[in-house]
């Protein structure tokens, strides 16, 4: 299973305060985490949100953690 997060919005590459409990717990558990910037998604610029996210060869679910979209 697959985890996706939000970024803290000052820094990409770092999870959101908010959820850094749960991100670490889910790395802990050897779950695979990734991180997506709300901030540039609401911008519009999807490329630049989703970066953080590795490219799948085949479609898989995911969970979505984070703000609401």
Known sequence: MK???CAD????KA???NYEQ???A??????E??????ESL?????????KGVPC???PESCIYRGWML
């Open 33 to 38: 985490v990734s991180l997506i910037s709300l």
């Open 22 to 24: 749960e991100f670490r």
């Open 9 to 12: 919005p000052l820094n990409a």
């Open 56 to 58: 799948l060869e085949m």
């Open 42 to 50: 609401l911008d519009g610029q999807v490329a630049q949100a989703v």
């Open 3 to 5: 985890l996706i997060f």
């Open 26 to 31: 889910a790395q802990q558990l050897g779950l």
């Open 15 to 17: 999870v959101d305060q």
